[in-house]
Structures are given as C-alpha cells and as structure tokens.
C-alpha cells in the first residue's frame, strides 16, 4: 500500500470496501482481506513466540511491514505484544521473578525511558530506508543464531552484565524498539546469559511487559492512535494473539530445540529478506 497524501476528510475511492483508516498521510484499506491477514498474522507471531520465548514483536512487525508502512505495522502491533508477554509472564515463579528484577533492573529502567524517545520519532522514520534497515537487523540476528559459521558472542555475565553496560545497550535497544518494534538486540542479549529456556522466555517477557505496557499509554499521549476505531482494531488482535501463543507454549514441549529453532530462523530470514526487497523497490 503506498502513503497518500490528503486530509483526514478526504472521500475513499470506489474500490474500497469501506473507509480506509488514516495515519497521518498513511492509510490501511479496512476490508476482510486486511482483517484476515492481521488475525493470522498475529496468531503466527503468538505461536511462534510460546515456542521460541520471543520473536512475536519482529515477526508480526515485519510480516505487517511488506503490506503498510512500518509506523502503521508499530502501532497495530502494541497491544497484542502486552497480551503475548503478560501470557508467557505467568511461567516466571514468585522467587525468580524477583531475582530477575534485581538482576536486570538496570536493562529495564533504561530501556523504558529510550523507548519514550523511539516512540516521539516513529512518524519522522522514512518509510523506504527503515525497511531496509529492519530487514538487515532481522538478517543479522538470525546469522548471530546460527551454527554453520561461528560468530563471536556478546560474552554474557564477564564482560556485558556491568549495571552501566545494561543501562547503555538497554537505552539504545530501547529507541529501536519503540520507533520500530524491534527488539532483538534485547533478545540477544539476554540470550548471552546462558540462561535455561524456560527461564529465558520468562525474562523475555518480564523485560518486554513493562516496556510494552508503558508504549500503549504512551501512544495515547502521544496521538499515535488517530481513532478509536483504530485502537480497537489493535485491541481485537489480543484473541488470536492469546491462541497462538497458547498453541507455540503446546507446541514447546513438543518439538525438538534444532526442528524449533531452525523453522524460527527460516521464517525470520524470509521475512528480512522480504523487507529489504520492498525497501530497495524490488518488489
């Protein structure tokens, strides 16, 4: 869908369905096509969040990002990633919960308040150039994932779990994702702490509750939510969300770590790839 230029008052074309929603000079056709897509979109991103432990915020994103603008795709996307997060939240104990926190309160804190700036930037982000850019961001963690060619880690506990070295890449990470939804970098990094997958996902989603809580305030505040209808249309995508990470957490106990990690991978490298095509006017 291309950005058009007009007033919110402009009249739509023949051809819509129904009136297209308006995001500044940014438009989304409402029609059950679109509706479809973006209840399948979100299930697939839930499933393969409860199966992986993250990658609902990338996948759903960028997935949304080849049929709209990526602005567009950040804002639909805020409320089903609190749903996907609180529901994965609930694995973490009582005792871990409060480990983690004095653990990571500093990636926390400082991720909150970068991700503040990267949201009073999202309508400034050029369309074009931000897609190309996710889609090398989305290439390298999947890269930075894979076993063929070995690729130096971050180091974990000795050399980045410093409470200023978490305060520095959590403002960072925290102005990519809340202009973009891209949170990897957070993802990879936690990874580097080696922890157990069920307690990984966990940590995941303490880290990204409170950011994606304190996002869909802020986008009110902010005005990032031109209508109700709008707002709405975000808040309806919680239920195919809840689904889908409910069948990804099924899934877990299911499938084998390599069968899981590589079908992950290959759905994020196709993605990336899709991104950088549009961003560059391939396709």
């Not at 393969?48 to 639909?76: H, K, S």
């Not at 990519?176 to 966990?202: D, K, M, P, W």
Request: with cysteine; hydrophobic share 55%; net charge positive.
């Amino acid at each position: 869908m291309a950005d058009r230029a007009g007033s919110a008052g402009a009249q739509p074309s023949e051809n819509y369905t129904t009136a297209p929603l308006w995001f500044g000079r940014m438009t989304i056709e409402l029609t059950p096509a679109f509706l479809g897509l973006l209840a399948v979109v979100v299930a697939v991103s839930g499933v393969v969040n409860g199966l992986a432990g993250f990658g609902f915020a990338i996948v759903g994103t960028m997935a949304l990002a080849t049929v709209v603008p990526p602005a567009t795709a950040v804002v639909l996307m805020l409320v089903p990633m609190v749903a996907a997060n609180v529901t994965l939240l609930s694995e973490l104990s009582v005792a871990d919960f409060k480990s983690c926190s004095a653990r990571f309160w500093p990636l926390i804190v400082a991720t909150l308040a970068g991700t503040l700036i990267g949201m009073v930037v999202i309508d400034r982000l050029p369309t074009a150039p931000v897609r190309v850019g996710l889609g090398l961001i989305t290439l390298g963690f999947v890269a930075s994932r894979q076993s063929v060619v070995p690729l130096p880690s971050f180091g974990g506990d000795r050399q980045l779990g410093g409470t200023g070295v978490m305060a520095a890449i959590g403002a960072v990470s925290g102005v990519l994702f809340g202009g973009t939804n891209v949170g990897i970098q957070l993802v990879a990094y936690l990874r580097s702490f080696e922890l157990s997958h069920g307690l990984f996902v966990s940590v995941v989603a303490l880290v990204f509750v409170g950011v994606n809580g304190l996002r869909v305030a802020a986008a009110g505040v902010l005005g990032l939510y031109p209508s109700r209808l709008v707002a709405g249309l975000s808040v309806a995508a919680i239920a195919p969300t809840v689904i889908g990470v409910g069948g990804g957490r099924w899934l877990r106990s299911r499938v084998g770590s390599r069968r899981r990690q590589l079908a992950v991978l290959g759905l994020l490298a196709v993605i990336g790839f899709r991104l950088i095509a549009g961003g560059l006017g391939v396709i």
